[in-house]
């Protein structure tokens, strides 16, 4: 498992230049809001009309959609319309016979004021307006480890406090490195089970053939390699909680036995006819778009909808900028670098802001250290993207001396070598992590660590982490 971001808050010392934006007083929350009014105008139910004030409008033939349509040439989840610092955006969900806005078919797209969008058969036609109804929610800077001020994260707090309160399984859906294990442990610390086990599965760190024995156990004899009798997930956390991290990455013939667990309470270890009964919440998280998954046919939409009986959006970091000087402060402190806070002013701050931040808090976290190790806290600290033709960078030499084949298959040797260099060397050589920060399969980056033999050449060796731990709440 990758490290889960912990972020506390400190009391400024004095005379600290890392200024933060001052706390808001209880309950005010009364920012100007987006709201979408949509209408069916082609397609069935024609004539229908929906006012939408949440955060993410989903549209498809599913009855759990926000506008569910009945129209068999629209998808199960066919897109999605979502807040944007623009207005509004649509997104495809990999539908099968696409978005079409101002006769373009769009995979992502920013919408105008008003606009008329092509679902298969169907026509709706959106508007949007601005409201300026007040959100009574109560600001806290600090939910366990977790730290914002701004409304994104006051939002997730206060649904964080139900999600505790209740048993429910709860599916956790966010970037990589937005703490969604961190999240995952805060509802389990406030939660009934708090003092039972918390176990935690990783589904992307195990090979695919042994994942259902990690999740259910097996018996002696049930495999080559299985000397013994192992219990596995679901037994040993028996009246406790699940935590399956990466479920996007779980086998789809292993998905109907994990179905199965969920809604008959019991579980069948590999080797044995018996079943044993289990009592476990189950909590879940990816970075994966499931809902996309589902209509591509490559995650089971049953195990969808028993995994995801309440769906929490962790935020990306560049959706709460307002954070960052509460963050930077949480990172020096857990440091113990409060010597360097001088390094992160106010202009150093606003640099910040404009960075895209595309690894979240983990590449925050990882820019601070850097910053304190280097003491140097501009952004330069932070490696650039890979140059790109497209955008006007400079081609690469070329030697047409040497033939084409062999002068393409150097420079994506040497673009290959440098970027697992880095990436293990940005994760402290987490094999897991790495896979997860390059947004590639963890077997694909094995294999070119191996390829370029790059184990030796990063600060610290390639680790591989647990995939099932057993942990106890922290007190």
Not at 177 to 199: H, M, S
Not at 223 to 252: Q, S, Y
Not at 267 to 281: A, L, Q
Request: net charge neutral; hydrophobic share 40%.
């Amino acid at each position: 498992m990758g490290r889960a971001e912990t972020n506390t808050i400190a009391a400024p010392p004095p005379g600290s230049s890392l200024r933060t934006v001052p706390l808001r007083p209880l309950i005010d929350i009364a920012q100007p809001r987006l709201a979408l009014t949509i209408e069916v105008e082609g397609g069935r139910p024609s004539g229908r009309t929906i006012v939408h004030d949440g955060d993410v409008c989903r549209i498809g033939t599913h009855a759990s959609n926000d506008l569910a349509l009945d129209d068999p040439s629209v998808s199960r989840f066919h897109c999605r319309i979502i807040p944007d610092p623009h207005g509004w955006r649509v997104e495809d969900l990999g539908s099968l016979n696409g978005t079409v806005v101002s006769n373009l078919r769009v995979l992502n797209a920013v919408l105008p004021v008003e606009a008329v969008i092509g679902i298969g058969q169907s026509v709706i036609r959106i508007r949007s307006t601005s409201t300026t109804d007040k959100e009574l929610v109560s600001v806290t800077p600090q939910f366990g480890g977790l730290t914002g001020t701004g409304r994104t994260m006051q939002k997730l707090f206060a649904v964080l406090e139900k999600v505790a309160a209740s048993d429910i399984n709860c599916f956790i859906n966010g970037e990589s490195g937005t703490g969604k294990e961190l999240v995952a442990t805060e509802i389990v610390q406030r939660g009934v089970r708090a003092d039972k086990p918390f176990v935690v599965v990783d589904c992307g760190a195990i090979s695919p053939t042994l994942v259902e024995s990690e999740l259910f156990g097996h018996v002696r004899g049930a495999f080559t390699g299985a000397d013994r009798d192992r219990v596995g997930a679901f037994e040993a956390a028996d009246g406790g909680t699940v935590f399956l991290d990466e479920v996007g990455e779980l086998p789809l013939a292993v998905q109907p036995k994990l179905l199965r667990a969920l809604e008959q309470r019991e579980i069948r270890r590999v080797g044995e006819t018996k079943t044993r009964k289990v009592n476990v919440r189950v909590i879940s998280a990816t970075n994966r778009d499931l809902e996309r998954e589902v209509n591509n046919g490559s995650f089971r939409e049953d195990l969808y909808f028993r995994l995801a009986v309440i769906t929490v959006r962790v935020p990306r970091l560049r959706e709460r900028l307002e954070d960052l000087p509460y963050l930077i402060r949480a990172f020096i402190t857990q440091l113990g670098a409060e010597h360097s806070e001088h390094l992160f002013g106010p202009d150093v701050i606003e640099e910040l802001s404009r960075h895209e931040w595309p690894g979240n808090v983990r590449e925050l976290r990882n820019f601070v250290e850097r910053s304190v190790v280097l003491q140097n806290s501009r952004m330069s600290v932070i490696p650039p993207p890979p140059p790109s033709v497209a955008s006007g960078a400079r081609a690469p030499d070329v030697d047409v001396t040497v033939p084409y084949k062999v002068a393409k298959e150097n420079l994506v040797d040497g673009f290959e070598r440098a970027y697992v260099r880095a990436v293990l060397a940005a994760c402290k050589g987490n094999l897991t992590a790495a896979a997860r920060m390059a947004g590639i399969d963890r077997m694909y980056l094995h294999r070119l660590v191996q390829k370029h033999a790059t184990r030796d050449q990063v600060s610290s060796p390639v680790s591989e982490p647990s995939s099932a731990q057993q942990r106890k709440p922290v007190e």
